[in-house]
């Protein structure tokens, strides 16, 4: 069911103010449409709309996030508004205390926004850039890979198994961030590898 | 979830045990509340605490925790001497009638083969008993004292409810009312839905408190069919896509396994995996898993992946134990036997159990590398933070490096709701800062590390050097060429094996489901259970078409459920032997004389007819099980465990402790505290207006709930004397905090063994970053073990004690 007038585009065609004679071509009786010609603007109306999940529990509730500016069309988005999607079967359009307060994560205060390092002993973090925090990575894990890769084991099998780097992997990420990350750890040897499944 | 959230309205009777998703999952519980108001449905909670679901029950009864096995085991046994059983179900879709070795035996709550040394069982005797032919015997009278039937009454005849009242503290009034409400479940045109979460995998014998309801459920007809199941209800948004994809230490993406040294090449792996059925006729859909494991390889490998090299088999790691468990990982840490780790959007500080260990283990590492979209307190775990976070910042010399990633809203892809739907979301916001997404940073990291094998060399290059990492732009995978990837495509034409000149699907082409992955290096999958998600046909996870023409709440054009779109799983059991649905009124599929039809995907080959083909075709058997076999290690039964920290003695085995075979590392058996010292029962919980250490960082969340409390019984607090919104220290073997006291009606000591048992709640939100305030959690005080199968650490019941506190400490 992709119903041709949602909600949402009612209201953007309402709030936009649309000529009361179109709202009666759209079967409103005239009172109504002269009422709704009065309405002031939808704010969301200018917004553009994007379709995603809720990220906190496996419910998976939809929701739409109204953003200033375009994203797909390659503009800042600065997000602005969250809500149910009333059309999505699972929550029809209901959210819980955490989900609706879902803007207040993606704006928190403590988002991290910069790449940082803290020192052997130091009581603070640095920013550094990201490739210095890549190249440091990377040679650590190379470094360790070629001191501690187990290629074979006591009896001359190979296991190409690394125990003495870890990974714990996010399941609030997507399937496809997944994949890439199984790759990449699986390709190192690593065998320290859980998400917060095991939890 | 076997079932989905939208079918909870086709249920007649909700058990909510092991959860609370009233409180924890509000948006789906809606669906019990439409199930109530349009069927008639009650709702059945038991639970330590009368908590925010009970409050909205038909009944509650209380229970202590870590006794779950006793009272489902009891209900069992209650069905069976009431005969309320499925009989139709029972005799022809489980394993009731197979008999089982003549060595086989359980004594003194211990099965046979139990080797104390080892903490392990010889399974030897674990096993059906094969007739000539190969296939399992089966004994339909089910009158052979070793059929299966026999075995699970003699097993659970020592659960009356006396002794469920003794070891769960459950008034028999209460337990036997619920008996009889579950018990008329076992009717054809009745079904009863299980909803659990943590309350039941927090355990040392959590998977086989899951096993005790899968087995009640069985024996009432009410896998398969619409309104039952068992339904878990996960926590993260795509929990179940990190376990589908297999990141885990013991997991290959599809529920395949990692090898084992002990399997040195792809020959010897493949081996023990033919996966014989037990019984004419029976699909043993695992018998595919070469197709799966070959169409992984080359989807790991690329053409580096070839039949002579046994598809790259020597590049994936071996492993030489069972599990490299994230929680054997810390341990190792804390002994020094690690020196890099990494934590991606997960602090592990606040969210594995004894927090002063995992402080000692991240204090050992060389480096940390955390990549979150939020500051944790994993990233900052060398912060001092008075009481909070009392560490010496200047003797910790672990490096720290700090990533900050995107977050849903500015990142595109899949993820996998409780009931499999993979639902795709698109990015609509800039990031904050410099934030970058996951799969740009792990490719960096992955490009840079390959850069430095190519340059300098090094131990074992291949691996890296052969990962396949073919996409447009090698710097940033996108989401749909990876969702592409765990999909699968022909590599060259695929032909028909019965009719060579019938091309099935061009090279380059996306298979269209799992039944077109092949085993000689054709195809190219990496994910099998995925396979259907992105066809030639587009990306069917973005399908938003809510219509639902049955009405039965399948939403089979919306999104795309795994397996094959199927939204109930094991559906051919929703139907009697000949292919009738057990209730007309409910129809998921049925048999129309010659082939399955039907609102859902059936769950078997749609033209298997009726009595030839079982329902449980992933089984050998293809029936459900009673009895397990050898795949759990704790036993072919669900047997009463004590928690590790318990009030009372194991009345199977006084002299049990926890679970038999759970791995306990030396030091934290030295840790484990007796109810003498400790005579409390803590359990930790959640809230509704936070979701685990993330929403504390959200300013409307922590106005909420701002602060960290406890809650006790009044009796409690009157026996400690303890005030309503007094400052307490609560304390175990491991680790003290302070909490403000939350005073309840909603929890009342319980009388277990004859003595009464007071219980503490403990909520899981607080930390020391963030906009509430600081404050602690329960993994400052829980003990340092897990499930005796999967290692899901005992939150859900271990000892502490409490006292009261001066305002002024915290």
């Known amino acids: 069911m992709n119903i041709d007038l949602s909600r949402r585009s009612f209201l953007r065609l309402s709030g936009a103010g649309v000529a009361a004679t179109s709202l009666a071509a759209m079967g409103f009786h005239e009172a109504e449409a002269a009422e709704a010609a009065h309405v002031r603007d939808f704010k969301l109306a200018t917004m553009t709309e994007t379709r995603n999940i809720c990220t906190y529990c496996s419910v998976a509730c939809g929701v739409i996030m109204y953003s200033k500016g375009d994203l797909a069309a390659g503009e800042k988005a600065e997000l602005i508004h969250i809500e149910g999607d009333a059309d999505h079967p699972t929550n029809k359009g209901t959210l819980c205390p955490k989900g609706a307060a879902l803007k207040d994560y993606v704006k928190a205060e403590t988002r991290l926004t910069h790449p940082r390092l803290r020192r052997p002993g130091s009581d603070r973090f640095e920013e550094i850039s990201w490739d210095e925090a890549f190249d440091k990575i990377a040679r650590a894990v190379k470094d360790d890979r070629d001191a501690n890769l187990i290629e074979k084991n006591a009896d001359g099998l190979t296991v190409n198994r690394l125990t003495t780097t870890g990974y714990l992997a996010a399941s609030a990420t997507t399937n496809e961030t997944a994949w890439a990350t199984w790759k990449v750890v699986r390709s190192l040897g690593i065998v320290g590898f859980d998400n917060q499944a095991r939890v | ?810």
Request: hydrophobic content about 35%; glycine content about 8%; charged content about 20%.
């Open chain 2, 1 to 810: 979830m076997t079932n989905s959230w939208t079918d909870i309205k086709n249920t007649d009777l909700v058990v909510i045990m092991g959860g609370n998703a009233a409180e924890a999952h509000p948006c789906g519980f809606k669906w019990v509340t439409e199930a109530k108001h349009h069927r008639g449905a009650k709702l059945i909670v038991v639970d330590p605490r009368f908590n925010r679901s009970a409050s909205v029950s038909d009944y509650y009864a209380p229970i202590r925790p870590g006794s779950d096995i006793a009272f489902l085991m009891g209900v069992i046994r209650w069905c069976i001497e009431n005969d309320k059983v499925q009989w139709d179900y029972v005799r022809n879709y489980t394993n009731v009638g197979y008999l089982v070795r003549e060595d086989f035996g359980f004594q003194d709550g211990m099965f046979t083969g139990y080797d104390a040394e080892k903490r392990s069982y010889d399974q030897t005797s674990w096993e059906y008993e094969l007739g000539e032919d190969g296939y399992v015997i089966n004994d339909e009278t089910l009158t052979h004292p070793r059929s299966v039937w026999q075995l699970l009454k003699k097993h659970v005849e020592i659960y009356t409810p006396e002794f469920v009242e003794n070891v769960c503290g459950t008034p028999k009034d209460r337990f036997l009312k619920i008996c009889e409400m579950i018990g008329e479940t076992s009717s054809p045109t009745k079904t009863m839905t299980s909803m659990y979460a943590l309350g039941w995998t927090q355990h040392s014998k959590g998977s086989q408190n899951i096993r005790g309801m899968a087995m009640l459920q069985l024996l009432l007809g009410n896998i398969g069919v619409p309104g039952g199941g068992m339904n878990a209800l996960r926590g993260h948004s795509n929990i179940q896509g990190l376990t589908d994809v297999g990141l885990m230490s013991n997991l290959i993406p599809g529920y395949l396994a990692m090898p084992r040294e002990t399997e040195p090449d792809f020959a010897t792996y493949m081996s023990t995996r033919g996966n014989k059925p037990l019984r004419p006729n029976q699909m043993s859909y695992w018998q595919n898993y070469g197709k799966f494991m070959v169409s992984f390889m080359k989807a790991l490998w690329g053409d580096k992946a070839t039949a002579e090299n046994g598809w790259g088999y020597d590049w994936l790691p071996k492993l030489d134990i069972v599990q490299y468990d994230a929680m054997r990982m810390f341990n190792m840490m804390k002994n020094g036997e690690v020196n890099i780790y990494f934590c991606q959007g997960f602090n592990p500080l606040l969210s594995f159990p004894n927090r002063g260990k995992m402080t000692e283990a991240f204090s050992k590492l060389k480096l940390l590398v955390v990549m979150d979209p939020l500051a944790t307190e994993t990233a900052a775990f060398w912060e001092n933070h008075g009481i909070y976070n009392d560490v010496d910042t200047a003797s910790i010399q672990t490096e720290v490096l700090e990533l900050p990633t995107t977050c849903f809203a500015e990142d595109e892809g899949a993820t996998v709701n409780s009931g499999r739907w993979l639902q795709w979301h698109w990015a609509g916001a800039t990031p904050p800062g410099e934030a970058r997404s996951d799969v740009w940073i792990m490719t960096q990291i992955y490009q840079r590390i390959r850069k430095l094998y190519e340059t300098e060399g090094g131990k074992a290059p291949e691996p890296v050097l052969n990962l396949a990492w073919d996409y447009a732009d090698p710097e940033e995978p996108t989401a749909a060429e990876l969702a592409m990837e765990l999909n699968g495509r022909a590599l060259t034409t695929l032909y028909d094996a019965t009719d060579p000149t019938k091309v099935v699907l061009e090279a380059g082409k996306q298979v269209s489901g799992f039944g077109q992955l092949r085993d000689d290096g054709s195809t190219m999958g990496a994910c099998w259970i995925y396979a259907g998600c992105f066809t030639e046909d587009g990306n069917m996870m973005a399908r938003r078409d809510n219509s639902d023409p049955s009405g039965m709440g399948v939403f089979q054009q919306w999104s795309f459920a795994w397996p094959a779109n199927r939204r109930v799983l094991y559906n051919r059991a929703s139907c009697d032997p000949d292919g009738k649905p057990w209730d007309p009124s409910r129809v998921l599929i049925e048999w129309n004389g010659e082939k399955w039809v039907g609102p859902d995907i059936p769950d078997i080959a749609v033209t298997a007819k009726p009595r030839e083909v079982g329902p449980f075709i992933m089984n050998p058997e293809g029936t459900s099980r009673f009895f397990s076999r050898k795949l759990m290690r704790d036993g072919p039964f669900p047997t009463h465990m004590e928690p590790f920290e318990s009030p009372m003695a194991n009345p199977l085995n006084p002299e049990m402790r926890g679970n038999p075979v759970a791995r306990v590392f030396p030091d934290d058996m030295a840790n484990m505290a007796t109810s003498a010292e400790f005579p409390l029962v803590a359990t930790s919980y959640r809230l509704t207006e936070h979701f685990h250490y993330w929403t504390k960082h959200n300013y409307v969340n922590a106005v909420n709930q701002p602060e960290f409390f406890v809650e006790i019984s009044e009796e409690l607090a009157a026996e400690k004397g303890i005030k309503k919104g007094g400052m307490v220290r609560v304390w175990s073997k491991r680790g003290q905090v302070w909490a403000k006291a939350v005073v309840t009606k909603r929890i009342r000591p319980m009388i277990c063994d004859g003595k009464p048992v007071h219980v503490v709640g403990i909520p899981i939100h607080w930390g020391f970053k963030g906009a509430a305030r600081k404050g602690f959690g329960p993994n400052t005080l829980g003990p340092f073990v897990g499930d005796a199968n999967i290692e899901t650490p005992e939150f859900k019941a271990f000892l502490v004690n409490i006292e009261p506190a001066s305002e002024g400490l915290a």
